[in-house]
């Protein structure tokens, strides 16, 4: 399918996305949100692809979503087109998606970031919930991604003041997992992606889900579905292959079996 608001590139293993309307600092509007999300969705099933990185330019990788488009929807639109609920696509991807941030991540743009699996970033990236500069509240996860991640008083912090949060702040609080200079951000984001693509898809998927599992149960459920999920890995081929390589000390061929 021919995007115009996104680039994709599939490198080995690797697909890169790339958000790309840059006149307007990526602002997230109705047809990129919909080509990311069929974009996604058909990496996900795409045998040849093992992993993802979503990234935006050096200046923006989200300046939020589109004001201008917004800007004159009434409660009846808003509600009737259930605004923004088909970013949802994006969480039920399964195979793993980093978020590689330079610059402006704000309103939209955080919460899409917060929405991948992890977020490296670039050392000029920002991070913020403007919307109350706007007479709005975040409307995508960010009054409740950003507090898992970063606790209720910065949280709250972000989305009553509106500012921005720098990359250093960000990893301090637990926002990104590593800040790396932001001309080798997109290097270091598929070099990540690289090292998960090595290993075997079906362990991937499982860790990805039981991460994620963490914030949606009790920690007797999570732990419980955790030893189910390891003792199911037992089923598959990859588990001899990566045990008998540690083993013969050789470096294992997984086959996603
Ligand atoms: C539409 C946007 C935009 C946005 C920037 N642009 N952000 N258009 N929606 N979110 C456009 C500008 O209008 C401008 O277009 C061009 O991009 C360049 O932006 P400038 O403002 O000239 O750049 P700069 O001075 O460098 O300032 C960068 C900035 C600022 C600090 C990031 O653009 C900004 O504050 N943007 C809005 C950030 C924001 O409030 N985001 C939250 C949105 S609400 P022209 O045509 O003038 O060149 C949201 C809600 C999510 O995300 C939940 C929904 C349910």
């Given at each position: 399918m021919a995007y115009e608001t996104i680039l994709v590139d599939k490198r080995d293993k690797v697909a890169l996305v790339t958000l790309n309307r840059p006149k307007a600092l990526n602002a997230l509007n109705t047809q990129l949100m919909k080509e990311l999300v069929t974009a996604l969705t058909a990496l996900d099933t795409d045998d040849s692809?093992?992993?993802?990185?979503?990234?935006?330019?050096?200046?923006?990788?989200?300046?939020?979503?589109?004001?201008?488009?917004?800007?004159?929807?009434?409660?009846?639109?808003?509600?009737?087109?259930?605004?923004?609920?088909?970013?949802?696509?994006?969480?039920?991807?399964r195979k793993p998606i980093i978020a590689a941030v330079a610059g402006y991540a704000l309103g939209g743009g955080c919460e899409l970031a917060m929405m991948c699996d992890f977020i490296i970033a670039g050392d000029n990236a920002k991070f913020g919930q403007p919307e109350i500069t706007l007479g709005v509240i975040p409307g995508?996860?960010?009054?409740?991604?950003?507090?898992?991640?970063?606790?209720?008083?910065?949280?709250?912090?972000?989305?009553?003041?509106?500012?921005?949060?720098?990359?250093?702040?960000?990893?301090?609080?637990?926002?990104?997992?590593?800040v790396v200079p932001a001309a080798n951000l997109v290097d270091e984001a598929i070099k990540a992606a690289e090292k998960i693509a090595s290993f075997s898809l079906p362990s991937v998927i499982m860790a990805k889900d039981v991460v994620n599992r963490a914030y949606e149960t009790t920690l007797a459920e999570g732990l419980r579905l955790e030893r189910r999920m390891f003792h199911s890995l037992f089923a598959f081929e990859d588990q001899k292959e990566g045990m008998a390589a540690f083993a013969e000390k050789r470096a294992a061929n997984f086959k996603n079996r």
């Open positions: 692809i093992a992993a993802i990185v979503v990234t935006g330019s050096e200046k923006a990788f989200a300046a939020g979503a589109d004001i201008k488009e917004m800007q004159g929807k009434s409660y009846a639109d808003m509600y009737r087109e259930d605004f923004f609920s088909e970013w949802e696509g994006l969480v039920r991807v995508m996860g960010g009054s409740q991604r950003l507090t898992r991640f970063v606790g209720k008083s910065k949280a709250m912090d972000m989305c009553l003041t509106g500012r921005m949060m720098d990359a250093a702040e960000a990893e301090r609080s637990g926002l990104v997992s590593r």
